[in-house]
């Protein structure tokens, strides 16, 4: 797939694609603008010190976005029909959010609807409270 991504839109500049298991990850910090967890997020199995380590990894202004390109009942669907994934749920988008903020991110959107899931957060120096508390005025 990333050899796919490459091939596609390598030549755009800018981007750099890489694999690697960020549980295991040893880079300098602050080494990515984004991080995109396509279809995938449901699989990690300590989601809290995912975040956590990511977050080590985002410049300050960078951002992590979870998504799918279906809904989160979808996902948890297709999951419960198969031995190997069938705990490897897809949380709402609001208590992902709450995760995140915990992490030390600040949420800017939050879409779980009947035909995608998105959840973006920013990586913020600013306290978890008054991050909680502007997310919350939106």
């Known amino acids: 797939m990333l050899a796919k991504a490459e091939e596609k839109y390598g030549g755009l500049g800018g981007i750099t694609f890489t694999v690697a298991d960020?549980?295991?990850?040893?880079?300098?910090?602050?080494?990515?603008?984004?991080?995109?967890?396509?279809?995938?997020?449901?699989?990690?199995?300590?989601?809290?010190q995912f975040m956590k380590l990511t977050r080590e990894h985002l410049r300050e202004g960078g951002c992590i976005v979870i998504m799918h390109d279906i809904s989160r009942h979808q996902v948890n669907a297709i999951h419960?029909?198969?031995?190997?994934?069938?705990?490897?749920?897809?949380?709402?988008?609001?208590?992902?959010?709450?995760?995140?903020?915990v992490a030390g991110y600040q949420v800017t959107?939050?879409?779980?609807?009947?035909?995608?899931?998105?959840?973006?957060?920013?990586?913020?120096?600013?306290?978890?409270?008054?991050?909680?508390?502007?997310?919350m005025d939106e």
């Open 80 to 101: 419960q029909d198969h031995e190997m994934v069938k705990e490897d749920r897809l949380a709402g988008g609001e208590t992902v959010g709450e995760w995140l903020i």
């Open 109 to 135: 959107h939050i879409i779980d609807a009947k035909d995608r899931y998105f959840v973006k957060a920013v990586k913020t120096n600013c306290r978890i409270e008054k991050c909680r508390n502007s997310r």
């Open 22 to 48: 960020i549980m295991e990850f040893l880079a300098n910090s602050s080494l990515f603008d984004t991080v995109v967890c396509f279809n995938f997020f449901p699989h990690i199995k300590d989601k809290q």
